[in-house]
Structure formats: structure tokens, C-alpha cells
């Protein structure tokens, strides 16, 4: 009953923001229009607004978890339409937050003391709130008597792990409904998106997780003069608080608290580029939540002739698999270099493409892709969006990418967005470029592979002795012609399961048409027994189970 209520109010809120639109061909379509008589009509400023502003604001209006729900689906521009995505990444995670003393007994519960043991002072009222957490103010006593330390302790909301999980109850069945009815339901892979989603929420309820992507980004840059990432509290940190050190700085699209504190906006965006470079090659661990709320501007004056980046939010990190990684760098300076038959090559090589894709003509399509941008004055050169249309050229094959590398594309976006506003005439291709050779050279040179080599080599030897047993028994079963092979495949699976479905429904068919035949034959020899409605009922139950197993033969989608 709350579920549906809860659909009606979705349904609603999309007629308001016509957005109804978005369903049209579908049954579910069909129900909102029987819902428009009850719906007042839309106000000339909303039917005035774009598509994605309207999807948007009609989020918003749905709740936090529909908030979350868009800020992830923004990373996600292979399923949704540029106009939507771009307005979904506006999206303002900003909630009224809960009641402080509320949050101060949340700390004592997890903590197992009083806040007045635990801080030196503990402030109620919160510094920012989200849908998922609140951040409060707080000091930690100095063991040795010293003055105290400013930390930050970040809390989540009472009674949310619930809620998330009722509204992606709701959102699972939804997806479903949609992957039944919509007819473009195979490229838009409703259920995915909600597994995402469920999963980025899931990531973001634990704040130990989140605290451990801390402490990790930390190690990385530790003694760095480029990015700052304040240190984890431990002590007083569980899955549903998170202490960190507090940071002094401003968000870095607050260009007047820079210009102010005189900060070399130049010198800040070349950072933010070498950075984000160094964080996916050198190190494969990326803030990929990196918009300009996120990354502060150290404002210590100590730094003012050499400014660096603090980071902050540790919810959602990334990392590439081995050979996407390299894949990926090497399509980077292919894309440097004009290659573009190395880029389709590469593309292949990685699974990006089917294999029995024409080499020409996907050159040709990637040529299509990155000439105009080559024609571009250098300060309007964006390789994110390079690399979006190229793996929409990808999709084009029906081919789906790692939701990773969509990621890190949105990321690389983000980060150029942070640069280029520093400075509009960055020119990111030059300074990307010789950061990308260093770390591949460095990456892949003969010391490096060395040194992997030896890493490698206890296991090597641990495994040697097992190798003449093994070439025996192998060229053994050659010989007496006893080699067995073993296949599994996923799409095989599917077939074998498609066998059998199809099988059950042929079984039930001829079954219910058996059924139906025998049902008419008693109805005509009038056979004796109790009746219904002058009907032999024996009649009656043939009738009803030939009907049932004719249904349960019918084809679903």
C-alpha cells in the first residue's frame, strides 16, 4: 500500500513537470494519463524550462534519495541524453539537517562514552547537512595537555539505511515494470542503473569505507605540495561516524577568496590536470567525486607562492583494472599523437569493440570523432569529451563499457571544468601530455618490470616444483587421447536456459490445447458427473487447466 502511494506521488510530481512524455508508448504512460484529470497543469515557467532542467527540479522534489539517485545517474552519460545529464550534475545534495542532539547521541551510542569524554567540545549545530549525513564541528583532547585539536565528525541520519533501502524497493520495481513495457529498454538497462545506485548508496552508508578511501588518497600524497587530504580519526570513527582533521581552505571556484588571498590561478589549473593524471596512472586510486565543492584551495599564506588542493568527500573513489589502464593511456597519447588507427586498434584490443569490427571503417568513425577538435584553438581542447563520444561511438556497437571508465570520463570532466574555470585559456593537452609520458615510462620501463619480477618471484618458486608433475599428466592425456575440455560461457548459459524455457512452453501448449480438446469432448458426449450450469464440471476443470497452460505458454518479453 506505502509503495504505491509512493508510485502515485512519483507519477504526480512527473505530470506536473510534464515529464510524462519521457513514458509515452509504454503502459505506464497510459496510467499517467488517466492520472492528468487529477493533476493541476503545469506553470508557464515550468512548461518554458528545458527537458533536463524540468527532470531536475522535479527530483529535487521527490526527495534526498531521488537526489542521490540523479547525482549518480549524471555519472552515467552512456544511458542518459546529454540535455539531462548535464543538468543532473547541478543537482544540490543541501537538506535540512536533523536535530543536533540527536546527532550528539548517535556519537555517544557508536562511540560506547559521552561526547564530554570522548571531545574536548562537541558543537550541535552542524556545519553542512546532505541527505545521507551531517557534519558537525568538534575537538579532540591533546594526550599530552596541549591545546586541542579541530576535527570535523560526520554522522549519519537516523533511520536512512531503511529508507534508502524502501525507496530502492521502489526504484527496483520500477526498473523492472520498465524493462518489461519500454520499448528501449535493452539500451537504457534500467536495472543496472538502480544496482548502481543501490551500491553507491551502500558504499556511502558505511563511513569506515569511506574513511579507508581517506587514508589510502592520504598515504598517496603524503609530503605533497599539490593536494592536501586530511587524516582519518580512528579512535572515533565507526561504520555510521567519521572523525577527520579539519582543513582550512575555499572552494576552488571561488575565484574572488583566491584572487583575495594571491593565489596563481594558472599555477592552481595546471595542478588540478597533473593531479587527476597522477591519481588514475601512477597511483589507479581517483576521487571521482572531484566537482569544485569537493576540492578546496589550501589558504595557509605560507603557500601562497606555491598553492595546493585539499580534498574532500571520500564517498566515491575509482580504480581501473590493469588493462584498462594501460588501454587507456595508450589511447590517451594515440589521441596526443592524431593516431587514429592506433585508437581503433586499441579499441579493439580492449574489448571495446567486437573483434570482427572493420579496422577502416571504425578509423574512419574516430577520425569523425577528433579532427574537429584538433581544429579548436588549444584553450577549448576538452579530452573528456573526446573520450565520451568516443565510447558513444563504442555503443554504437552495442557494445557496453565498464561503469569505471564512465566514471573516470565524468571525473576527467569535472577536472577540466575545475581548471578551465581557473583559467579559460588553459591549454589541458599541454599539460597532460608530459605528465601521461613520464608515468607510462616510468610505469612500464625495464626497472619497473624488474622490480615486478621480483615481487612475482616467491610465488614463482612456490609454484615451480608443480610444473614437471603437470607438463607430465597433460602430455599423458595427450598421448592416450583422454583430454577433456572444459568450456564456460555466459552466453551459452543464456541459450541452454532459453532451450529450456522454450521447452516448458511447448509442453504447456500442447498440454492446454490437449486440456481444451478434452474439456469440448466431454461438454459434447455429455459426460455424466455433478454439473455447473448444465455443464459437466469434470468439463470445467479441463477447461481451466487447458486455459492456464495455454497462458503459461504464451511468450514474455
Known amino acids: 500500500m506505502r509503495s504505491g502511494l509512493h508510485a502515485l506521488k512519483i507519477g504526480r510530481v512527473l505530470l506536473r513537470y510534464r515529464l510524462h512524455t519521457l513514458a509515452e508508448g509504454t503502459p505506464a504512460g497510459r496510467w499517467l494519463w488517466l492520472l492528468r484529470p487529477f493533476v493541476p497543469r503545469a506553470t508557464p515557467e515550468v512548461t518554458d524550462l528545458p527537458r533536463g532542467a524540468r527532470v531536475r527540479l522535479a527530483l529535487q522534489e521527490l526527495g534526498p534519495i531521488f537526489v542521490k539517485f540523479g547525482q549518480v545517474l549524471s555519472t552515467r552519460r552512456d544511458l542518459v541524453p546529454p540535455d539531462i545529464a548535464d543538468e543532473l ?23 560506547g562514552r559521552p561526547v564530554t569524554e570522548a571531545f574536548a567540545g562537541f558543537d550541535t549545530v552542524p556545519l553542512a547537512s546532505a541527505s545521507v549525513a551531517q557534519v558537525h564541528a568538534a575537538l579532540l583532547p591533546d594526550a599530552t595537555g596541549g591545546a586541542a585539536r579541530a576535527v570535523v565528525v560526520k554522522v549519519l541520519r537516523p533511520g536512512i539505511a531503511g529508507r534508502i533501502a524502501s525507496d530502492i524497493r521502489l526504484l527496483t520495481s520500477i526498473a523492472a515494470f520498465v ?12 536495472r543496472e542503473v538502480v544496482d548502481e545506485v543501490a551500491t553507491t548508496l551502500a558504499a556511502e552508508l558505511d563511513l569506515q569505507r569511506e574513511g579507508a578511501n581517506a587514508s589510502v588518497l592520504r598515504r598517496n600524497w603524503e609530503g605533497s605540495t599539490d593536494l592536501y587530504v586530511p587524516a582519518p580519526v580512528w579512535s572515533h570513527s565507526t561504520e555510521r561516524i567519521l572523525t577527520l582533521e579539519r582543513v582550512s581552505g575555499f572552494p576552488s571556484d571561488d575565484l574572488a577568496a583566491i584572487e583575495a588571498a594571491g593565489l596563481d590561478r594558472k599555477l592552481l589549473a595546471a595542478k588540478a590536470v597533473r593531479v587527476f593524471y597522477t591519481q588514475v596512472f601512477r597511483d589507479n586510486f581517483f576521487h571521482a567525486d572531484a566537482h569544485a565543492g569537493n576540492i578546496w584551495v589550501d589558504d595557509d599564506p605560507a603557500r601562497r607562492m606555491n598553492p595546493r588542493f585539499i580534498a574532500l568527500d571520500f564517498g566515491i573513489v575509482g580504480q581501473l583494472s590493469g588493462d584498462d589502464q594501460y588501454y587507456l593511456a595508450e589511447n590517451f597519447m594515440a589521441i596526443f599523437n592524431k593516431d587514429y588507427r592506433r585508437i581503433a586498434e586499441l579499441h579493439v584490443q580492449a574489448g571495446w569493440m567486437p573483434s570482427h569490427v572493420r579496422l577502416d571503417e571504425l578509423e574512419a568513425a574516430v577520425r569523425g570523432v577528433c579532427e574537429p577538435y584538433f581544429t579548436r584553438p588549444l584553450a577549448e581542447f576538452s579530452l573528456g569529451e573526446v573520450l565520451l563520444k568516443l565510447f558513444r561511438t563504442a555503443q554504437r556497437y552495442q557494445l557496453t563499457l565498464q561503469p569505471q571508465l564512465i566514471l573516470l570520463q565524468k571525473t576527467l570532466l569535472n577536472v577540466e571544468g575545475v581548471s578551465r574555470h581557473l583559467d579559460p585559456q588553459i591549454d589541458i593537452w599541454a599539460v597532460a601530455r608530459p605528465v601521461l609520458e613520464r608515468i607510462l615510462a616510468e610505469r612500464y620501463s625495464p626497472k619497473r618490470l624488474a622490480g615486478e619480477f621480483r615481487r612475482r618471484l616467491p610465488e614463482l618458486a612456490t609454484r615451480a616444483p608443480e610444473m614437471p608433475g603437470l607438463l607430465h599428466a597433460w602430455l599423458t592425456q595427450q598421448v592416450q587421447g583422454r583430454h577433456q575440455l572444459g568450456m564456460r560461457s555466459p552466453e551459452l548459459g543464456e541459450l541452454v536456459e532459453v532451450m529450456r524455457a522454450m521447452q516448458r512452453r511447448t509442453v504447456s501448449a500442447i498440454l492446454g490445447v490437449g486440456l481444451l480438446v478434452v474439456a469440448a469432448v466431454l461438454h459434447g458426449l455429455d459426460a455424466g458427473g455433478p454439473r455447473l450450469w448444465s455443464v459437466p464440471v469434470a468439463a470445467w476443470v479441463a477447461a481451466a487447466g487447458g486455459l492456464w497452460a495455454v497462458l503459461a505458454a504464451l511468450p514474455r518479453r
Open 179 to 190: 524493462e518489461r513495457t519500454h520499448p528501449n529498454a535493452d539500451r537504457i538497462r534500467p
Open 89 to 111: 550534475v547541478r543537482l544540490q545534495d543541501q537538506v535540512a539537517p536533523f536535530d543536533g542532539e540527536v546527532a550528539r547521541a548517535i556519537v555517544e551510542r557508536e562511540l
